[in-house]
């Protein structure tokens, strides 16, 4: 098998070592310095799709796995497939579900998917009016990819008025949308038509800031699997990804890939936040170490068209601690020197590159907001987590942020 992975961030790493660990022979465009130690990088723009044509003929490729939306979101997938070329990765009108919070809105209401109640608002009209009438629609969310960053879960109606009014100076609408309280955990589905497998819970932090404080990021740490939850993946995943899956096939637009639930567990039960149509990150970074074997059969039995009768075995704790760039997420700094990667995978932690750069001698730059995932493996959750931290005392560089709270807020 020779598999091409789209992307070049701490998920495709982690996409690439575990492919590679199945015995494929793995590519990456358009990769980086960290991830060539795992995969053969090819120069190429991913969203161009005669530039990734030209490479899986080139490379005789025979399975291609994007990491990030954007490339589904252009319809990469669907291009690729028309050449009869094998895809792990949704249609683009598939890939809308994460693109448009509103349409995601809409097949949940027709698939009756549990969610949060909310108000499409397309200027601060409607917004005032909104929450005139519902006063507890204080997330506000925009209505466009915003990696992560669109969504702002206010105190009070003041609060929420704020920030609609700064989303919709870019963008072109806003969701307001009622506030859940729960826990929260990742549900990631690999599936093929109405026929899906489940990864188990993982937890992702998404504030800055240790305590759950500070604005909300791409994801600061994770560990996999969560298992203090009041139902199991398999009875949410029947409530919140089977009825989507049969909806969207029903509709004549059956889903290949990843589909990701971002979920709230309320007293009510699970309540869906967001879909996303790819793997998470920095989930998949700890997800992946936690299963038994690679991901490789799942992925390339999902793009063919017949899955594996069982789901991944999950087999160990992993918890990653996200190391981010000084001034992330709003304005990261990078060019500053790593130091210690080495050191702290010679001690047994799993170092995933998300934004960072080798120099010509070989030493290590920042060179993005989230820099490294540092994943510590073991039998127990407690062990998982000493040795991250471990690994993560051992890296430095200028101005690094990192939680030191990972796995630890268990009752949110
Ligand atoms: P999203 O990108 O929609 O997953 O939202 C980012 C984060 O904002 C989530 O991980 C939650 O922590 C928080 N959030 C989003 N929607 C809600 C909601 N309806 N109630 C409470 N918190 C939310
Ligand atoms: N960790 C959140 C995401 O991948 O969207």
């Not at 963008?171 to 589905?189: D, H």
């Not at 990078?334 to 080495?342: A, F, L, R």
Request: glycine share 12%; proline share 6%; charged share 20%.
């Amino acid at each position: 098998m020779r598999a091409l992975v789209l992307g070049k961030g701490g998920r495709e790493h982690a996409l690439c070592w575990s492919l590679a660990a199945g015995g494929a022979d793995v590519f990456v465009m358009p990769g980086s310095g960290g991830i060539a130690t795992v995969a053969d990088t090819v120069a190429g723009d991913p969203l161009q799709t005669p530039q990734v044509l030209d490479a899986v003929r080139r490379l005789q490729v025979d399975l291609v796995v994007p990491g990030p939306e954007e490339p589904l979101v252009r319809g990469i997938a669907e291009d690729l497939r028309a050449q009869g070329i094998p895809v792990f990765g949704p249609d683009r009108q598939g890939a809308q579900i994460e693109a448009s919070k509103a349409y995601a809105k809409t097949l949940m209401r027709a698939a009756g998917i549990p969610t949060a109640a909310a108000s499409l608002c397309q200027d601060f009209g409607e917004v005032e009016q909104t929450l005139a009438v519902h006063p507890d629609r204080t997330v506000v969310k925009a209505d466009g990819l915003a990696a992560g960053k669109g969504v702002i879960v206010a105190e009070d109606a003041s609060g929420a008025r704020r920030a609609a009014r700064r989303l919709l100076g870019q963008y072109k609408s806003v969701l307001l949308e009622e506030r859940l309280q729960g826990p929260e955990v990742s549900l990631i589905a690999i599936c093929r038509g109405r026929d899906y497998r489940l990864l188990p819970f993982a937890r992702d932090h998404k504030r800055l800031l240790s305590g759950d404080l500070g604005p909300n990021t791409g994801g600061m740490g994770a560990f996999a699997p969560v298992l203090d939850t009041s139902i199991t993946a398999e009875e949410c995943a029947e409530r919140t990804i089977a009825p989507l899956l049969r909806l969207l096939d029903d509709r004549g637009m059956p889903y290949t890939g990843a589909l990701y639930a971002g979920l709230i567990l309320t007293e009510r039960g699970p309540m869906v936040l967001e879909y996303n149509v790819r793997f998470g990150d920095p989930e998949t970074e700890v997800l992946l170490p936690a299963i038994s074997g690679s991901i490789l059969p799942w992925l390339a039995g999902a793009a063919a068209g017949r899955l594996p009768a069982e789901s991944p075995e999950v087999r160990r704790h992993a918890l990653g601690v996200v190391l981010a760039a000084s001034g992330y997420p709003e304005d990261p700094e990078t060019g500053g020197m790593i130091d210690g990667i080495e050191a702290a995978q010679a001690g047994g932690a799993l170092i995933f590159h998300a934004g960072t750069l080798k120099t010509e001698d070989g030493l290590w730059q920042v060179a993005g907001g989230r820099v490294l995932c540092v994943v510590g493996v073991g039998e127990a959750p407690q062990h998982a987590r000493d040795r991250a931290y471990a690994a993560t005392g051992t890296i430095r560089f200028p101005g690094a942020q990192w939680r030191d709270d990972i796995g630890q807020n268990r009752d949110r």
